[in-house]
C-alpha cells in the first residue's frame, strides 16, 4: 500500500514562508511526476506545481516566483518551499504522486491527506 503524508504546514504571517515536505512509504518501484495541490475553502481543489522525474517544473501562475518545488529520487519525497505567503496562500496542501507499482503492475496517481496552511495578514 503506497502512503503519503505531508507535514510543515502551519500558522505564519503574510509575507513569511513555510516549507511543505511529502514523504512516500510503500512498494513504489518508479516515482514519475510529483505534485502539489491545494484546496481553499468552499474552492475546489487546484494545481499549484509539478516537478518530473528529471528534474524538470512548472507553477501555477498565482505562486510562480514565490514557491520552489523539490524532489529527492533516492528517498521519493518531495518539497515545497514557499516565500512571500499572501493570505489568499492559504488552503490544504496535498501531495499528489504518479507512480508504479509492483504489485499492481500499473501507473497510479496517489495522495496524501494534506497539510493546513493559513497565512494571516
Known amino acids: 500500500q503506497v502512503q503519503l503524508v505531508e507535514s510543515g504546514g502551519g500558522l505564519v504571517q503574510a509575507g513569511g514562508s513555510l516549507r511543505l515536505s511529502c514523504a512516500t512509504s510503500?512498494?513504489?518501484?518508479?516515482?514519475?511526476?510529483m505534485r502539489w495541490y491545494r484546496q481553499a475553502p468552499g474552492k475546489q481543489r487546484e494545481w499549484v506545481a509539478s516537478i518530473g522525474s528529471g528534474g524538470t517544473t512548472t507553477y501555477a501562475d498565482s505562486v510562480s516566483g514565490r514557491f520552489t518545488i523539490s524532489r529527492d529520487n533516492a528517498k521519493n519525497t518531495v518539497d515545497l518551499q514557499m516565500d512571500s505567503l499572501k493570505p489568499e496562500d492559504t488552503a490544504v496542501y496535498y501531495c499528489?504522486?504518479?507512480?508504479?507499482?509492483?504489485?499492481?503492475?500499473?501507473?497510479?496517481?496517489?495522495w496524501g491527506q494534506g497539510t493546513q496552511v493559513t497565512v494571516s495578514s
Open positions: 510503500g512498494n513504489i518501484f518508479m516515482i514519475n511526476v
Open positions: 499528489n504522486i504518479n507512480a508504479f507499482v509492483l504489485l499492481h503492475g500499473a501507473w497510479n496517481d496517489y
